[in-house]
């Protein structure tokens, strides 16, 4: 198949990687050079994305946030300037629910298709084709876009409608950072009391409070090892979009709000754009301590 893919940044590059290296034509756009893999894989760079949507079948975007997405959809030189009836749009960025509604409604006005399809499972996954794919879509429209996720992802759900998976990718990263803070905690507190906390995370991860967590991003902060694979300020956005939803529907997320506080004293200190799991910092700060000395 013709593929468009537009954002090629930590995680869409990889991604837009699996798609090439499967045999399909790939035409892509970036606000940055083209990745020298993209262009030796036989990545046809485009001039803006309604050059890509021209030139495509299926147009992946995988950009920041809200704004970027809107942009690149409708925006000057837009995806759906280039876009003709029959094409599918897969927005697989993690944006705002309702958003992402909106956005559905004017592609499928201009006779396409429309699937949300975020992530989970950072840089690691994305290189290693192993995402969780969280869709919303018409069930047909799944089923056709479905071998491609396949070629980026393991876990491929469709959830709902358009919009149901952001809001599962919402759920997600609520889920994420309050592990990471409970890992934070635990780590912060163990160590600070004496014990070894790389001993402390192998004998936990022998127990019921065992997770991906406590495995991955505790060795982590035991290692001092916040290279971005998915950054604060990212989570950040995530956060603020789960805040933000639970006000419109009356619904109260106390420890959310916490988390998304960790993240904010973390960004006040010049630390957005670590690694997520360089929320433990926050806590070091007010304890004092450091987990380890990395």
Excluded: W
């Excluded at 009836?85 to 004017?106: H, W, Y």
């Excluded at 393991?154 to 609520?174: F, H, W």
Aim: net charge neutral; glycine share 10%.
């Amino acid at each position: 198949m013709n593929i468009g893919f537009i954002g090629l940044g930590i995680m869409g590059t990889p991604m837009a990687l699996h798609l090439v290296n499967a045999g399909h034509k790939l035409f892509v756009h970036t606000r940055r050079a083209v990745p020298e893999a993209i262009a030796a894989a036989g990545g046809v760079r485009c001039e803006h994305a309604a050059a890509v949507a021209q030139a495509a079948d299926v147009i992946f975007t995988m950009v920041p946030d809200t704004p970027d997405v809107e942009a690149v959809l409708f925006g000057e030189n837009g995806v759906a300037q280039g876009l003709s009836k029959g094409k599918t749009v897969v927005d697989m960025s993690s944006i705002s629910p309702m958003a992402t509604k909106e956005f559905a409604k004017k592609i499928n006005a201009l006779g396409c298709d429309y699937v949300d399809a975020p992530v989970s499972g950072g840089e690691v996954g994305a290189k290693a084709a192993s995402l969780t794919i969280m869709c919303g879509a018409d069930e047909a429209v799944f089923e056709r876009v479905k071998p491609l996720l396949e070629l980026m992802g393991k876990n491929i759900t469709l959830v709902g409608g358009n919009g149901d998976g952001q809001t599962t990718k919402v759920a997600n990263q609520i889920i994420v950072a309050l592990n990471i803070a409970a890992v934070s905690e635990a780590l912060v507190f163990a160590s600070k009391a004496g014990a070894d906390p790389a001993k402390v995370r192998q004998a936990l991860m022998g127990g019921f409070a065992a997770s991906r967590i406590l495995e991955v991003h505790g060795e982590r902060m035991i290692k001092r090892t916040f290279n971005p694979g998915f950054r604060i300020k990212l989570h950040q956005k995530d956060l603020n979009l789960a805040l933000q939803g639970a006000k419109d529907i009356g619904v109260s997320l106390p420890q959310t709000a916490n988390a998304a506080q960790l993240m904010q004293a973390c960004a006040a200190n010049g630390l957005d754009e670590l690694d997520h799991s360089a929320l433990v910092k926050a806590l070091e700060l007010m304890a004092n301590h450091e987990v380890a000395k990395g």
